[in-house]
């Protein structure tokens, strides 16, 4: 899914398409990354999937075209992620739960998500959800800036589509300038060289601590493993 993503959104604008919507299902945006089914990659296969990972940040950060993300339920972790690099953000209202809970899962929040979560709700916010591994409502999330709307369930992804319309309204060269400037500081995340970053996140994940933690996660689920074919 993570590679699918990527080619999508890599591919939109050379087909024609001016703007996209990310969204999930009813009731749940995305869960994040599968960890019983992680747990029983090999070093090589992780390494990849944070390169795929990665790849897939970058590819909603340097879009040509605008993304909203349509937030349809619970997105934490690898589901908050995915809209932080978003250009806007549509919130379903509910018993839902967002945020950044890699901490409390065993895994140290990566620099280039830490810092696009400082980019959305300022540098002491930031510091407080991601060292804490905060989960938050939606209507925290709307108050701290880490959601831009909130919106019924049931109409939050044509809301997305309806800012997406409303943006292409507007002079096209102009927007597209201006949209470039505004996310400077959030491409230039992808302009230096990751390769050390990847290092250590994948150093991090199989440290003994984070995988004790991922272990007892799988556990609580009740879910083992999955062996890697």
């Given at each position: 899914?993570?590679?699918?993503?990527?080619?999508?959104?890599?591919?939109?604008?050379?087909?024609?398409?001016?703007?996209?919507?990310?969204?999930?299902?009813?009731?749940?945006?995305?869960?994040?990354?599968?960890?019983?089914l992680l747990l029983g990659y090999d070093r090589v296969r992780i390494a990849t999937l944070w390169r795929e990972?990665?790849?897939?940040?970058?590819?909603?950060?340097?879009?040509?075209?605008?993304?909203?993300?349509?937030?349809?339920?619970?997105?934490?972790?690898?589901?908050?992620?995915?809209?932080?690099?978003?250009?806007?953000?549509?919130?379903?209202?509910?018993?839902?739960?967002?945020?950044?809970?890699?901490?409390?899962?065993?895994?140290?929040?990566?620099?280039?998500?830490?810092?696009?979560?400082?980019?959305?709700?300022?540098?002491?916010?930031?510091?407080?959800?991601?060292?804490?591994?905060?989960?938050?409502?939606?209507?925290?999330?709307?108050?701290?800036?880490?959601?831009?709307?909130?919106?019924?369930?049931?109409?939050?992804?044509?809301?997305?589509?309806?800012?997406?319309?409303?943006?292409?309204?507007?002079?096209?060269?102009?927007?597209?300038?201006?949209?470039?400037?505004?996310?400077?500081?959030?491409?230039?995340?992808?302009?230096?060289?990751?390769?050390?970053?990847?290092?250590?996140?994948?150093?991090?994940?199989?440290?003994?601590?984070?995988?004790?933690?991922?272990?007892?996660?799988?556990?609580?689920?009740?879910?083992?493993?999955?062996?890697?074919?």
């Amino acid at each position: 899914m993570i590679i699918a993503l990527r080619e999508a959104i890599e591919g939109a604008a050379a087909t024609g398409k001016r703007a996209l919507v990310l969204s999930g299902a009813p009731g749940r945006f995305s869960g994040g990354l599968d960890v019983p089914l992680l747990l029983g990659y090999d070093r090589v296969r992780i390494a990849t999937l944070w390169r795929e990972f990665y790849g897939l940040l970058q590819a909603l950060a340097i879009s040509p075209i605008p993304i909203a993300a349509a937030i349809t339920g619970h997105a934490p972790a690898g589901g908050t992620v995915l809209a932080l690099f978003c250009d806007y953000r549509f919130m379903a209202q509910g018993d839902f739960k967002l945020g950044l809970n890699e901490v409390q899962v065993g895994i140290p929040l990566p620099p280039v998500i830490l810092a696009a979560l400082r980019r959305l709700v300022g540098p002491r916010q930031a510091e407080r959800l991601g060292v804490g591994g905060v989960l938050l409502s939606p209507e925290q999330a709307l108050a701290l800036g880490l959601v831009d709307e909130l919106i019924p369930a049931d109409e939050v992804v044509d809301r997305a589509i309806r800012w997406c319309q409303g943006l292409l309204e507007v002079p096209p060269a102009a927007m597209n300038s201006t949209r470039r400037l505004a996310r400077a500081d959030l491409t230039v995340c992808f302009e230096t060289d990751l390769e050390a970053e990847l290092r250590q996140v994948n150093a991090w994940w199989w440290s003994p601590e984070t995988q004790t933690t991922l272990h007892g996660l799988a556990a609580r689920l009740g879910k083992k493993p999955v062996a890697a074919s």
